[in-house]
């Protein structure tokens, strides 16, 4: 049950696009199709952003995306925005039915 | 509304015991299965434990496995983590979260868990 791996921080400008990348294994996200991402700002609890590796729950802005290639999942958010600035969290299913979320990232808005 | 309200967190001794509580309400909690993820304090989250909508089924995090026990009372609407031989590993922010497929999709506030002399 080890971490995913993410960047600790990433950063851009307003308007431009950031990606996020979340690497496991072949026993977890390269496995499945259920890598989710969630968005902590601090002090409050986390928020569904993405799930099932690109669907987007009601609510969430269409500038949030999702995608995966082999045992690398990504978060793309475009156009930024201020408030986007937050931690970053993935989570994938496990081949041992387990969960395991990334150590996340910190994004910061220029 | 969709809620989660976790309680029972508190200081205790290393090596002591706790039980954590979560109380659900606005959606029907026995058509659900259940997550506990905690959060160490400047640190990223960590899942703990899954526990089926039947209580059948529970998985654990290595990290927790043989000390901690989820359970369910359906009838109460309620979740529980117990949590015993506690070291300051465990000082954290527990969440209790709603799963829906293979993600979660409803976190409640946390309930604080410090473990210290």
């Known amino acids: 049950q080890s971490a995913l791996t993410q960047p600790a921080s990433v950063s851009g400008s307003p308007g431009q696009s950031i990606t996020i990348s979340c690497t496991g294994t072949?026993?977890?996200?390269?496995?499945?199709?259920?890598v989710s991402w969630y968005k902590q700002y601090p002090g409050k609890a986390p928020k569904l952003m993405i799930y099932?590796?690109?669907n987007r729950p009601s609510g969430v802005s269409n500038r949030f995306s999702g995608s995966k290639s082999g045992n690398t999942a990504s978060l793309t958010i475009s156009g930024l925005q201020a408030e986007d600035e937050a931690d970053y969290y993935c989570?994938?299913?496990?081949?041992?039915?387990?969960?395991?979320f990334g150590g996340g990232t910190k994004l910061t808005v220029l | 509304e969709v809620q989660l309200v976790e309680s029972g967190g508190v200081a205790v001794q290393p090596g002591g015991s706790l039980r954590l509580s979560c109380a659900a309400s606005?959606?029907?909690?026995?058509?659900?299965?259940m997550h506990w993820v905690r959060q160490a304090p400047g640190k990223g989250l960590e899942w703990v434990s899954l526990?089926?909508?039947?209580?059948?089924?529970?998985y654990y995090a290595d990290s927790v496995k043989g000390r901690f026990t989820i359970s369910r009372d359906n009838s109460k609407n309620s979740l529980y983590l117990q949590m015993n031989s506690l070291t300051s590993e465990d000082t954290a922010l527990y969440y209790c979260?709603?799963?829906?497929?293979?993600?979660?999709?409803?976190w409640g506030q946390g309930t604080t868990v410090t473990v210290s002399s």
């Open positions: 979260v709603k799963a829906r497929g293979h993600y979660m999709d409803v």
């Open positions: 606005g959606f029907t909690f026995d058509d659900y299965n």
């Open positions: 526990i089926s909508w039947d209580g059948g089924i529970r």
């Open positions: 072949s026993s977890d996200v390269g496995g499945y199709n259920y």
């Open positions: 099932d590796v690109t």
């Open positions: 989570n994938s299913y496990s081949s041992s039915s387990t969960r395991v």
